[in-house]
């Protein structure tokens, strides 16, 4: 029952999208309101749809309904209850109907907040929508059908990959695609002022408002995906510039760009072109993203290979950029900047640069990851262009971004002076410099690391600095030191949200830096009782004990940990033997620490429990990237809340 | 120079120091993807390869106290022995597609410096007792050498 259900809700939301969009548009060119009301109504009934196919996928789940192929590949009669809800993203078909729910929700969002406030933009914005969300609609349809029928029904499933049996598995792909989804507002808006010509300012305000929550959880979803690498994978990385990685990184480089030039163009008018350029850009290597991912055209960790779902993805991709760009070119004497560019020194050119290099390290990856296609479709030559590669290229721009993030908020307007300069620069510059000879004189010889700390100093110096004198200037009209910042950071919610911001992302360039440049390994096999040591820690290996779990078997090793000071503590890494696979998957066991994480991985093993093998890690400062990702939720929080100046 | 020919050649200096990073990456980055035919065939000790192929059966030995890893890759033309320093990894096992990379020694051998065990497509468990061809597995290799 329940394949055929699914199906019909898939194609009928596909129908009530389709013509919704068209709805939306007709209304828009006709004037008329119902055709409007009805194209609502379809979103409405799409979204109700869409959540049906998710309530039907997850009560096959729970209720074991193996006729539904997606559930049995995807679950078996062992899998937790918990990990038989999330197994609805575990694959491509399910994580293509959790997108579509996404995108539907936003959808939603868009009718209820802009149908009354936007009445010009909004009838084309709802039509953009609608359009993209029957292209996933579609693919559910065709491609990729989440609710293809089995036959015959088997009597168990094959169950979820068990790399994916991890709390990161649940977050992870939400907020991957909430970050992916979410880039469709600003872009249908982007559309919706093209065509009804209104490229004013205020579709910039909602779509940096927009913006800045798509970026936040693409942002956190980069993060968590990091976590699940580090403390899933066992390698002690948390990333690898996987092909899959870029794809979701691009597009929070050009959303970040975008973040920083709409500034220009609020305040200077100008860069019009060119921030329309950016949200079309964002938006068309998400759906990039979701090609390399969903295609299987390229081979990583997360991507689920399938037939045909590539054609479809590239056809549209090709429509969203011909579409879009062809737009932008017909209303090009409109995007005229009204500004002109005074001074090199000044915040227009730091932003300027700014993009510059974000778009460069787009480029950067973008190539990185195309090359090895293109150079096996021409020349016919398999390589790869790895770590390294983007390491080398991009180190140089990241650390320039940093610099520029310390320029960017604190020089002057159309042209700094020399005495604005001095102001705001001298004492941050002087911190910068200081922090670094003092590192030099403990002992770091590392130049990339003392650059990264000379940098990460001035930047926090000119965000101390000018917090500093803006919470003094509020205690003059008579509040203590915490109600001056507090209200200081609700009064000016954007400029401080975006220090905060700043903040979070200089906590985790301390933690990328540290952790390449000081964290130590060493593998060994030690007989039972016999310790190792390695950078001060000694870890003892007690033995080994197995035991079966719901559904796979585990061989348990124990490891006491001490370092010479306060009393040890116990390690448990572990083998996990799922009954679906012939080899098993290590499972990691850590002590994480501000300073450092102590981090062990047990490989290979006597099955007597004489000896094992085991890999120790000291992982220096990486607790600092998800120290930094909740900093910059709370900067982002604060930036998306209403413009208090504003609404006062 | 007018301020926008300041702007242009400043945009210029950095768009061509970036494309200079990019080139140098490559050329220094690039590692080009074998198989053992067309590894023995021109074989250049100490230029950096990807090997990919099939762990011959009863080729694997593991030596825990040395932690010296060696077996054989082939691709069911030629065979290439491989030595590692280091556990073999999570889906690492006889009769599997394998990645290696490392770089071919004049003693003849394959010094391999990392190992990416090869992940069956869509976490597929083989059909029990079917052993897959080595087409099919060095088409999928060759498609992933992640």
């Keep these: 029952m329940i394949p055929e259900l699914g199906y019909g809700a898939t194609v009928a939301a596909l129908l009530l999208a389709l013509w919704g969009a068209g709805a939306a548009a007709a209304s828009a060119r006709t004037g008329r309101a119902a055709l409007l009301r009805s194209g609502e109504r379809a979103a409405v009934g799409a979204f109700a749809l869409i959540t049906a196919c998710i309530a039907l996928m997850i009560y ?26 999330t197994a609805l993203w575990g694959a491509l078909e399910g994580s293509i109907v959790l997108w579509a729910w996404m995108l539907a929700i936003y959808t939603l ?27 996933f609609l579609l693919i559910m349809t065709i491609p990729a059908p989440p609710f293809e029928r089995l036959t015959p029904i088997p009597a168990d499933g094959r169950g979820l990959n068990p790399l994916l049996q991890d709390a990161g598995m649940i977050t992870h792909p939400v907020a991957l695609y909430l970050g992916f989804t979410g880039f469709t507002v600003p872009f249908a808006f982007a559309m919706a002022a093209l065509i009804v010509r209104r490229t004013g300012e205020e579709w910039i305000t909602i779509t940096r408002r927009w913006t800045i929550i798509a970026w936040y959880f693409l942002a956190l979803g980069l993060l968590i995906g990091g976590w699940w690498s580090y403390h899933v994978l066992g390698w002690g990385g948390y990333w690898a ?21 709409v500034m220009v163009q609020e305040r200077r008018r100008m860069l019009k072109l060119w921030n329309l350029s950016l949200i079309i850009l964002t938006f068309g290597l998400t759906i990039f993203g979701t090609f390399l991912t969903r295609s299987g055209i390229i081979g990583s960790v997360h991507s689920f290979t ?24 017909s209303r090009m004497e409109r995007l005229r900047a009204e500004g002109v560019l005074d001074s090199v020194v000044s915040r227009e050119s730091t932003f300027l640069l700014n993009n510059l290099f974000l778009v460069a390290a787009t480029f950067t ?20 262009v790895g770590a390294p590669f983007f390491n080398l290229v991009n180190i140089p721009v990241f650390l320039a971004l940093l610099f520029l993030m310390g320029v960017g908020p604190l020089i002057a307007w159309r042209r700094a002076s020399a005495g604005n300069l001095k ?25 990339l690391v003392l650059t990264t700390m000379a940098l990460v100093v001035f930047v926090a110096g000119t965000i101390a600095l000018d917090l500093f004198r803006a919470v003094r200037a509020r205690r003059r ?46 593998e060994v096999t030690l007989d039972k009782g016999q310790s190792m040591e390695l950078a001060g820690y000694q870890v003892r290996f007690d033995g080994l004990s197995a035991s079966e779990e719901s559904n796979h078997a585990k061989v348990t090793g124990a490891f006491t940990v001490t370092n010479g000071r306060a009393g040890g503590y116990m390690l448990y890494p572990a083998k996990k033997f799922y009954p679906q696979d012939q080899t098993p998957i290590a499972y990691v066991d850590y002590r994480l620490g501000w300073i450092e994480d102590v981090y062990l991985v047990l490989g290979d093993f006597a099955r007597d429990g004489s000896h094992a093998t085991v890999k120790l890690q000291v992982n220096r400062m990486v607790s600092w990237l998800w120290l930094g990702g909740l900093v910059l939720t709370f900067g982002a929080a604060l930036a998306i809340l209403p413009d208090a100046r504003r609404a006062a | 120079m007018s301020r926008r020919g300041k702007f242009v050649a400043g945009g210029l200096v950095i768009a061509a120091a970036i494309a200079y990073l990019i080139w140098a990456g490559v050329s220094q980055s690039v590692v080009y993807f074998v198989t053992p035919s067309e590894l023995l065939a021109a074989p250049t000790p100490s230029k950096t390869y990807r090997l990919g192929g099939f762990v011959q059966a009863g080729s694997l030995k593991w030596e825990p106290k040395s932690l010296d890893l060696s077996f054989t890759l082939s691709d069911g033309k030629a065979s290439v022995p491989v030595r590692h320093k280091g556990t073999p990894p999570d889906l690492f096992a006889e009769e599997r597609g394998a990645v290696v990379e490392g770089s071919w020694t004049t003693e003849g051998y394959f010094k391999a410096s990392l190992i990416m065990a090869k992940h069956s497509e869509e976490y597929k468990a083989p059909p029990d007792g079917a052993e897959p061809g080595y087409k099919e597995l060095i088409k999928s290799l060759r498609g992933n050498d992640k």
């Design chain 1, 477 to 522: 009209s008579g509040d203590n030191w915490g109600a001056a910042t507090w209200g200081l950071l609700l009064r000016q919610n954007r400029r401080y949200g975006g220090f905060i911001v700043h903040l979070g992302i200089l906590v985790i360039a301390l933690g990328v830096a540290g952790s390449q440049a000081w964290s130590v390994q060493k």
């Design chain 1, 306 to 329: 399938q037939g045909t779902i590539g054609y479809f993805f590239l056809g549209f991709l090709a429509l969203v950029l011909l579409g879009s760009f062809s737009l932008l070119a």
């Design chain 1, 241 to 261: 510039w996987d092909p899959v990685e870029n794809a979701a990184f691009m597009p929070f480089l050009t959303a970040t760009a975008f973040l920083h030039s």
């Design chain 1, 365 to 384: 990856v973008f190539f990185g990851t195309v090359f090895p296609l293109i150079s096996e479709a021409v020349r016919g030559v398999k390589i790869s």
């Design chain 1, 423 to 447: 102001r705001n620069f001298l004492k941050p510059v002087l911190a910068g410099l200081v922090a670094a000879a003092a590192l030099r004189a403990l002992g770091v010889a590392n130049g």
């Design chain 1, 60 to 85: 096959a789940f729970l209720a074991f309904d193996f006729s539904v192929r997606y559930v049995a590949i995807n679950t078996n009669l062992g899998t937790p209850f918990y990990y038989r809800v």
């Design chain 1, 109 to 135: 969002i868009v009718v209820i907040r802009y149908r009354r406030s936007q009445p010009e933009l909004y009838p084309w914005v709802l039509s953009v929508m609608l359009g993209v969300l029957a292209f």
